[in-house]
């Protein structure tokens, strides 16, 4: 019997994280613009990314991309993001593994010397990732910014706190866990993700965010605890819970362009200052703000992140007539 559905992938992971990146099998996925055809792919395809993300196939904290056909002439390639709540705007860590699958694929020529430019469309806005021979990876994402420094908010079981509040590609409100009674290292990741779910639960119902070029991209997409660093002698220690109490196994690339726009706003980082970032799984990340940008009215800057990603398989995925429970499920 034929297989009614298949899709092929190419499974990578940025330090820890899965990248699960869809090469066949995905139907067209219209749209004039990219935000257009992430809320096409929302409406209309959900049931597809359930099915890749969620169990049997995946987990809680997979990762996906979708390639999608590019509307800026400058972009090498486009992407969609999918995770276990939905659609990201800007992901760091997909990047990177973007970056080197799309020259050893031989998607994007490599160049004869030196590092291979790759341009890659996000539905945050293009974003340019050039790739060493030895497989490295740096990235260029949009204008970053600090949308609000030492913000208030009421949170259950902690009173009132205080954070920021980055852009990277998306918002995050970023804190060190000791403000919530916890510590990086020490605590437990399930404490870390019951009070990372309530600071994003409660930023969200406290704080209305805004973007200055879609209303699609102010949404709060997660937070980050902090161990109180910098990154400037020894990598800051962090982890991201983001989308629904999702946890992120790199340091976080997005999240590592907002830290970097934060500091930039309190001028602990300057111009060209090399910053560093690790998760969890001992993964680091290397930040840098190159220079100001302007983002509508906040004043931002251009980051730079670099780390590394590393393929894991293939796959190819299919879903038999009459397999309801292989749609895709959650438990917990």
């Given at each position: 019997m034929a297989d009614p559905l298949a899709i092929e992938t190419v499974e990578m992971h940025t330090g820890g994280e899965p990248v699960r990146l869809v090469l066949k099998g995905y139907p067209p996925i219209p749209g004039d613009t990219i935000l257009a055809k992430r809320r096409y792919a929302r409406e209309r395809l959900d049931h597809?990314?359930?099915?890749?993300?969620?169990?049997?196939?995946?987990?809680?904290?997979?990762?996906?991309?979708?390639?999608?056909?590019?509307?800026?002439?400058?972009?090498?390639?486009?992407?969609?993001?999918?995770?276990?709540?939905?659609?990201?705007?800007?992901?760091?860590?997909?990047?990177?593994?973007?970056?080197?699958?799309?020259?050893?694929?031989?998607?994007?020529?490599?160049?004869?010397?030196?590092?291979?430019?790759?341009?890659?469309?996000c539905p945050c806005g293009l974003v340019r990732a050039w790739v060493a021979a030895d497989g490295a990876?740096?990235?260029?994402?949009?204008?970053?910014?600090?949308?609000?420094?030492?913000?208030?908010?009421?949170?259950?079981?902690?009173?009132?706190?205080?954070?920021?509040?980055?852009?990277?590609?998306?918002?995050?409100?970023?804190?060190?866990a000791e403000r919530v009674g916890l510590s990086l290292p020490g605590s437990s990741l399930r404490d870390l993700v019951d009070a990372?779910?309530?600071?994003?639960?409660?930023?969200?119902?406290?704080?209305?965010?805004?973007?200055?070029?879609?209303?699609?991209?102010?949404?709060?997409?997660?937070t980050i605890f902090t161990d109180g660093g910098d990154g400037a002698e020894k990598p800051s220690l962090n982890v991201c819970v983001f989308a629904e109490r999702e946890v992120d196994r790199s340091p976080t690339g997005s999240g590592v362009t907002a830290r970097m726009a934060l500091q930039a706003a309190r001028k602990t980082a300057g111009p060209g200052e090399l910053r560093r970032f690790q998760s969890l799984t001992g993964a680091v990340?290397?930040?840098?703000?190159?220079?100001?940008?302007?983002?509508?009215?906040?004043?931002?800057?251009?980051?730079?992140?670099?780390?590394?990603?590393?393929?894991?398989?293939?796959a190819r995925f299919s879903l038999e007539p009459g397999d309801e429970i292989g749609r895709g499920f959650l438990l917990g």
């Amino acid at each position: 019997m034929a297989d009614p559905l298949a899709i092929e992938t190419v499974e990578m992971h940025t330090g820890g994280e899965p990248v699960r990146l869809v090469l066949k099998g995905y139907p067209p996925i219209p749209g004039d613009t990219i935000l257009a055809k992430r809320r096409y792919a929302r409406e209309r395809l959900d049931h597809l990314r359930k099915m890749l993300i969620f169990e049997p196939r995946g987990h809680f904290d997979m990762y996906g991309v979708i390639p999608v056909e590019p509307d800026l002439p400058e972009a090498d390639l486009a992407v969609l993001f999918m995770h276990n709540e939905g659609y990201s705007t800007m992901c760091g860590h997909a990047v990177i593994a973007l970056g080197r699958w799309a020259v050893e694929s031989g998607r994007v020529k490599r160049a004869a010397t030196g590092e291979t430019p790759v341009n890659i469309q996000c539905p945050c806005g293009l974003v340019r990732a050039w790739v060493a021979a030895d497989g490295a990876v740096r990235f260029e994402s949009v204008p970053a910014f600090a949308f609000a420094l030492d913000a208030h908010v009421e949170l259950p079981g902690s009173g009132r706190i205080a954070l920021d509040i980055g852009y990277g590609g998306a918002f995050y409100a970023v804190l060190p866990a000791e403000r919530v009674g916890l510590s990086l290292p020490g605590s437990s990741l399930r404490d870390l993700v019951d009070a990372a779910a309530r600071v994003t639960a409660a930023v969200k119902q406290q704080i209305a965010l805004s973007h200055p070029d879609d209303p699609d991209l102010a949404f709060l997409y997660g937070t980050i605890f902090t161990d109180g660093g910098d990154g400037a002698e020894k990598p800051s220690l962090n982890v991201c819970v983001f989308a629904e109490r999702e946890v992120d196994r790199s340091p976080t690339g997005s999240g590592v362009t907002a830290r970097m726009a934060l500091q930039a706003a309190r001028k602990t980082a300057g111009p060209g200052e090399l910053r560093r970032f690790q998760s969890l799984t001992g993964a680091v990340f290397t930040g840098r703000a190159l220079g100001r940008a302007q983002a509508g009215a906040f004043p931002a800057v251009r980051v730079e992140v670099g780390g590394r990603a590393h393929f894991s398989g293939t796959a190819r995925f299919s879903l038999e007539p009459g397999d309801e429970i292989g749609r895709g499920f959650l438990l917990g």
